[in-house]
């Protein structure tokens, strides 16, 4: 084995050697705390760093968001985000709802807002709309005295008679200018 | 013999058989067969969602450059390189909109998966893929999923792979391409052990919980409204299914990394895969994301490595013989 094929076979092991801590969901230190920035750029911009978790451990309920929109004379009408002419595409717009219920409250209240200001951009005729998350499943409590909580029915309860539908999380009511707004504030007031 | 002499010989073979299985030169023709799947499954992907790339990518997206301006770390962040924000702002002092830059990214995106498809100019193709897929999928992260994580492993590869040189123009120009060669060994070895260690590791995430072990996993995936294709309500009454099917997913999925690389079981374990990604295909509806997994393993496992004329010269059936596994298998005897 020649000088240069040791160093690509020894760079294809190193790669490899991340795909693998990758693999095992090993998490790299920060720049704060004595990390190496290029590694975890290269990793990221590679795929390196991906742990291959699909539908690991389980699989969870699905969430989806709705939009009830509202005319000025009170007339509503809905949408959901399958905005795509085909399933390939909708596909891209239905992992937003998955990437929602990860993000921190910041991030997820800016991720509403523009999905309110893009959907009534959509829909000039609508004054306002409420951004509806919802989860599909049943309502469930964890452990004794738990919290409640929305799980799919297993296929038990399926038998038993169970079955899920889409219960919602919360919702937010936006108007043209992209500002959140109280139900009370709207005229005629909205359905809660 | 002495200890010595049998630890000099070990190491010597140890050497020979791991010398052989990173460099034994190989066909390119995988290679080639990864370059063209994987930009077949892809242009897919793409031309499927060319009516929405504004709401997809563009500025005013669904979810827009602005609402994730506090995801990620720079360069990884929305005034990083890697987002087309960063573009988008050069690019503004010569007049050109927001807009146009994100369509004009997408079109290089498309062209260069047509040049990939094609083998024109084939490496230049595959960076400018690899570039542009890594800027639309780190500018709309919230709207990437399985299908773009295996897209930019696959490109980043293609990007260093001898992936041009068969079933391409590159060849028709270039005749005197090699055929079979040492980094082609190389890149396959890669890609097949990226696979091995992908499906190991997502075979034990799954072993981790106790959905895939009851079958309630299966159960979930088929039923949900967002993934189901049919109604398959009816498993309900017949749970051995569901769990049996949720088995053979962690059979297939650990087993991969074991009897893929044995000569006797490959082809059955690959099969195995595939089978079980054209099951997510159909049940699950997520197409491109199936055909871009069945495209690497064929390309890793079902496509001979060698040569016409190594296979005839060594006169074995290729699937014997190839994947130089046999030269590990010589080392782990001892």
């Known amino acids: 084995m020649n000088k240069r094929n040791q160093i690509i076979v020894l760079l294809a092991i190193g790669h490899l050697a991340l795909v693998g801590l990758g693999a095992a969901g090993v998490a790299f230190p920060d720049r704060a705390d004595g990390g190496v920035p290029a590694v975890e750029w290269y990793r990221h911009f590679t795929g390196a760093n991906n742990s291959f978790e699909f539908f690991a451990p389980g699989v969870g309920p699905q969430e989806r968001v709705r939009f009830v929109f509202a005319d000025e004379q009170g007339r509503e009408w809905t949408d959901d985000l399958e905005l795509g002419r085909n399933r390939e595409a909708n596909l891209s717009f239905t992992t937003i709802p998955f990437v929602l219920a990860g993000a921190d409250d910041e991030t997820a209240w800016s991720m509403l807002r523009s999905m309110a200001v893009a959907m009534l951009r959509r829909n000039p005729s609508a004054v306002h709309v409420e951004v509806r998350v919802e989860s599909f499943g049943i309502e469930r409590k964890l452990g004794d005295g738990g919290e409640w909580a929305i799980d799919f029915p297993s296929m038990q309860q399926y038998r038993s008679g169970v079955r899920p539908e889409w219960i919602l999380l919360y919702q937010l009511t936006f108007n043209r200018f992209g500002e959140a707004i109280e139900p009370e504030d709207i005229d005629g007031g909205m359905e809660q | ?334």
């Open chain 2, 1 to 334: 013999m002495s200890y010595s002499e049998i630890s000099s010989e070990f190491r010597r073979r140890a050497v020979r058989g791991l010398t052989r299985f990173w460099l034994d030169p190989a066909s390119v023709r995988p290679l080639a067969i990864l370059r063209i799947s994987v930009a077949a499954v892809l242009l897919f992907q793409a031309l499927a969602s060319i009516d929405s790339v504004r709401d997809l990518y563009g500025r005013d997206a669904v979810v827009s450059w602005d609402a994730l301006q506090s995801v990620g770390a720079f360069p990884m962040s929305v005034d990083g390189p890697f987002h087309l924000s960063f573009l988008s702002r050069q690019l503004s002092d010569l007049g050109i909109s927001a807009d146009h830059c994100v369509m004009g990214v997408f079109g290089l995106y498309v062209a260069a998966l047509a040049g990939l498809l094609l083998g024109f100019q084939s490496r230049l193709s595959a960076v400018l893929a690899f570039m542009t897929h890594l800027l639309l999928t780190e500018t709309a992260p919230a709207t990437t999923y399985g299908v773009d994580q295996f897209a930019r492993i696959a490109l980043f590869y293609s990007c260093w792979l001898p992936i041009g040189n068969c079933l391409s123009i590159d060849h028709l120009i270039r005749p005197g391409l090699k055929q079979t060669t040492t980094s082609a060994r190389i890149g396959l070895r890669m890609l097949q052990l990226h696979l091995a260690v992908m499906y190991l590791a997502t075979g034990l995430h799954k072993a981790a919980g106790e959905q895939w072990w009851n079958g309630e996993a299966i159960w979930r995936a088929v039923t949900l409204p967002g993934l189901a294709q049919f109604d398959m309500s009816w498993l309900a009454g017949v749970p051995l299914l569901p769990m049996l099917i949720g088995w053979a997913t962690l059979a297939i999925e650990i087993g991969y990394c074991v009897f893929v690389w044995h000569a006797r079981t490959r082809r059955i374990t690959a099969a195995a895969a595939v089978g079980m990604h054209a099951g997510i295909a159909v049940q699950l509806g997520l197409t491109s994301f199936a055909l871009l997994m069945i495209a690497l393993n064929v390309a890793a496992f079902l496509v001979p490595p060698k040569t016409v004329e190594q296979e005839q010269a060594a006169d074995v059936p290729c699937f014997s013989n190839c994947s130089g596994f046999v030269a590990v298998r010589e080392t782990s005897t001892y």
